[in-house]
């Protein structure tokens, strides 16, 4: 039985004061910089903007709401269901609110003690169909910041489910949309079924299981945690549907995409079995576009800034760090010195620190781009501490 109460915050008598509480996430300088074309030109420094980069209307939206839940029930419990976005001084700053958080799992004792009295956000990745029925169950007043894209891809997984199509999803096995989206495609009768990979290597895996040259029982081991309970690969991989995690790295997708619908065409002869939606978000392929382009341009070196958990931003480090020097920061307090930046690697998944490279220039010249839960704010912290290591170089 359905008990919760969706509840609309975005009110007008809150959202100017929200209005006020996000400004802090602007940034008058980055302002300058886009209306200047994108490049901040400064003594021995030139810092060239992506053209997209930064805040999604996504991202925007699910802060609102989390500002605006606290403006209107200062009184009550307010809960998160893990963190609103990837970033940590977005969250932080949320938390100093009185945010209180609530695991992914569902099964924690947290849950079990929720109350009508209780106010629960859900954040914009959106959350896995049980919790969300545990939720409606308890009688939470639930605060949905789901984001329109993550929503469109459970339509099209659920109308996977609802015409016995297996999805595929390209996404990260414990990413909490993958999670959510993957609940989706069970259907509303809970049979659909799922498959979740990761890379090309596993895209092979499955082509080849596809072809008929896998093996039944590695193909299950190894995929043992990524798929619906009972998934056999005999039956499973007749037909499938792709969606995707909706920030991955689009040209992966699409290699992925193709290595799969060839495997079905040397399977059947013919693609009726294969079907395909993309699923990557406007907001993910304009930023991954916009740094295309930026690396057109001679830089010395990139600056990629955002959490080091999102998604989005960790593949815009991937496509930078193979043509330039790449430093993946999640804010100026990063760039100790000119001997040493901490910057997060996604290949080795650990957070290194490096010294900036050489300059044969006189002048420094600097690609900047941030993930979509990136403020603009920390963007010019960034900028600003860039100017400050530059300004201390020229004069040694
Ligand atoms: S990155 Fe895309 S899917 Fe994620 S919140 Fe932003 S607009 Fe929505």
Not at 156 to 173: M, W
Not at 313 to 332: D, G, M
Not at 369 to 382: D, L
């Amino acid at each position: 039985m359905k008990n919760s109460r969706p509840v609309n915050v975005r009110r007008p008598e809150v959202m100017g004061w929200v209005q006020t509480e996000v400004e802090r996430y602007q940034s008058p300088l980055v302002d300058e910089i886009r209306r200047s074309g994108g490049v901040l030109e400064r003594e021995g420094l030139c810092v060239r903007l992506a053209s997209a980069f930064g805040f999604c209307d996504g991202v925007r939206r699910a802060i609102e709401i989390a500002y605006a839940t606290c403006r209107m029930f200062p009184e009550r419990r307010i809960w998160l269901i893990g963190e609103i976005i990837h970033n940590p001084e977005v969250n932080a700053r949320l938390d100093a609110l009185g945010l209180r958080h609530l695991p992914w799992s569902g099964e924690s004792e947290e849950y079990g003690k929720l109350t009508p009295e209780d106010v629960v956000i859900i954040p914009a990745f959106g959350v896995p169909v049980h919790l969300r029925r545990l939720l409606e169950e308890k009688g939470v007043a639930l605060v949905d910041s789901t984001c329109g894209n993550v929503m469109k891809v459970w339509q099209r997984v659920r109308n996977y489910a609802g015409r016995g199509i297996t999805s595929i999803i390209h996404g990260k096995v414990r990413h909490e949309e993958s999670m959510a989206t993957a609940s989706q495609s069970r259907g509303e009768d809970g049979k659909g079924r799922f498959l979740v990979i990761f890379s090309e290597e596993e895209a092979r895996m499955v082509a080849d299981y596809i072809e008929g040259k896998g093996e039944r029982s590695a193909f299950l081991k190894h995929f043992a945690h990524c798929c619906s309970e009972g998934f056999d690969p005999d039956e499973h991989l007749k037909e499938i549907g792709m969606a995707n995690q909706t920030t991955m790295l689009k040209s992966e997708t699409t290699r992925i995409q193709n290595l799969l619908r060839e495997a079905v065409v040397h399977r059947d002869g013919h693609d009726a079995r294969f079907h395909v939606f993309d699923t990557i978000c406007g907001a993910t392929q304009d930023r991954q576009n916009a740094l295309f382009e930026l690396l057109q341009h001679p830089l010395d070196m990139m600056f990629i800034i955002g959490g080091y958990n999102s998604s989005n931003t960790t593949h815009l480090a991937q496509i930078a760090e193979s043509r330039v020097p790449t430093f993946f920061v999640e804010s100026a307090e990063c760039l100790e010195s000119r001997e040493s930046v901490r910057c997060y690697v996604p290949a080795l998944k650990q957070v290194v620190s490096r010294p900036l490279p050489d300059f044969p220039e006189p002048v420094w010249r600097v690609g900047i781009t941030a993930g979509a839960s990136c403020p603009a704010n920390i963007i010019e912290q960034v900028i600003r501490r860039l100017a400050e290591l530059r300004a201390a170089s020229i004069s040694h």
